[in-house]
């Protein structure tokens, strides 16, 4: 008898990988591909907890199967049986993680507690801000296990958490999202003023982005301070203004925030707002980035091109790598001489060497003389294995424009 999916209990089903397609498992890559697939059983549906063999029978990892290009994410390379007490120990081992960075001495109390594969949970986003854990499941498995999950925060934080939000239905394949909602599974706390570096961010999980707010970008916000000092700066693609705010705090003489979102300039405002006093001028804009670059005549010094990803699949790659060209050209023509550009990819398809070789285009068709200040990444609570490069998807390069 198979028992439910929801219980504590699993019969795992099995599959079989075709001849040599175990050698990527054996280097511990957490995803198998629909390609490496011998044999599955014929009732076998989303969601389901699956152990994978090879062909002289022989295990080799446990997962969640979904049908798809990736069809089984591994939680585990040891024999598991996914109930209670796994979620506990990995939950616990994150946040140990987290703990040894010991954020809390640098006034930041917002982090990421799981990072998909870098925690050994490929699907999985757990993001903490302040009181509050919000929950993103990208696969159906993880979504089943959402309860187990919420219970293993509760053990492992105590009191210090008392809302837990699951953020799951626009992560989710977009058939199985439709079929699910948003909703707390603990609390119903709706916003919280969170703390990163001494900087308050107002931080809105039901109608931000993301989870709510753009955590892998801390330590490149902190790096921007030092040298925002008496420049005129420009934030492209601002969201709710996290490198403006450090901007301004760092003594900037000017920040101008653009964003093609209403709903982001307002959360720029509302952080602005938050952090006053300051000594420089602020003003956002509500503008197609493009466009506002193309017709500025300020003279900025000091330019911040984040954009949202440009490719989320290799058939788009080729467009992005020409979108990102595009972006950071008109940006080098445009920045001041002796300007300080910090240019981005969170396309996880658009690896560093790509990226760079982007930018090295850009700045050909420019004209401009650069040279590479610092190569940016994602901070220490966005680990990656070192099995999945895959999950290093967050490029950054610091240029000095001459």
């Known amino acids: 008898m198979r028992l439910s999916r929801y219980s504590n209990f699993f019969v795992l089903k099995k599959i079989v990988l075709k001849k040599g397609k175990e050698a990527s498992i054996l280097r511990f890559h957490p995803w ?65 993680l987290r703990q040894s960075l010991h954020l809390e001495q640098y006034q930041t109390n917002c982090y990421r507690l799981i990072h998909g594969e870098g925690d050994g949970l490929p699907g999985l986003i757990i993001d903490i801000y302040s009181t509050t854990a919000v929950i993103q499941c990208h696969s159906i498995g993880m979504y089943y296990e959402r309860e187990k999950i919420a219970k293993a925060l509760r053990q492992v934080f105590g009191e210090q958490i008392n809302s837990i939000y699951d953020k ?40 931000g982005q993301k989870t709510g707010f753009f955590l892998d970008q801390r330590e490149n916000r902190k790096l921007l301070s030092s040298y925002a000092k008496g420049r005129k700066v420009l934030n492209a693609f601002c969201y709710s203004g996290g490198f403006s705010i450090y901007a301004l705090k760092a003594k900037a003489e000017l920040v101008h925030s653009v964003d093609i979102s209403q709903k982001a300039i307002d959360l720029t405002e509302e952080n602005v707002k938050l952090n006053q006093p300051f000594t420089g001028n602020h003003q956002s804009f509500t503008s197609d980035v493009m466009a506002f670059i193309k017709d500025s005549t300020e003279n900025y010094d000091l330019m911040i091109v984040d954009p949202p990803a440009f490719a989320k699949s290799l058939k788009k790659r080729h467009k992005a790598v020409q979108g990102y060209k595009r972006l950071n050209s008109l940006a080098l023509q445009k920045i001041a001489r002796d300007g300080i550009l910090f240019t981005f990819s969170c396309s996880q398809v658009v690896d560093e060497k790509l990226f760079y070789n982007t930018i090295v285009a850009a700045a050909i068709e420019a004209k401009r003389k650069v040279r590479v200040l610092h190569r940016l990444t994602q901070p220490a609570d966005h680990p990656v294995s070192l099995f999945h490069p895959e999950g290093s998807y967050l490029k950054g390069l610091v240029l000095f424009v001459e």
């Open 32 to 96: 198998v591909f629909s390609g490496a697939i011998a044999e599955k059983p014929v009732a076998l549906r989303d969601g389901d907890v699956v152990e994978v063999y090879d062909t002289r029978d022989q295990y080799l990892a446990t997962g969640h199967f979904q049908n798809g290009s990736i069809m089984v994410r591994i939680c585990s390379f040891e024999k598991a049986n996914l109930k209670q007490n796994f979620w506990n120990r990995k939950i616990q081992k994150a946040y140990s």
């Open 168 to 207: 799951s239905a626009t992560a989710l394949p977009t058939d199985f999202g439709k079929t699910v909602q948003n909703d707390y599974l603990l609390g119903a706390r709706k916003d919280e003023i969170v703390l990163e570096y001494g900087h308050q961010f107002a931080v809105n999980w039901i109608s």
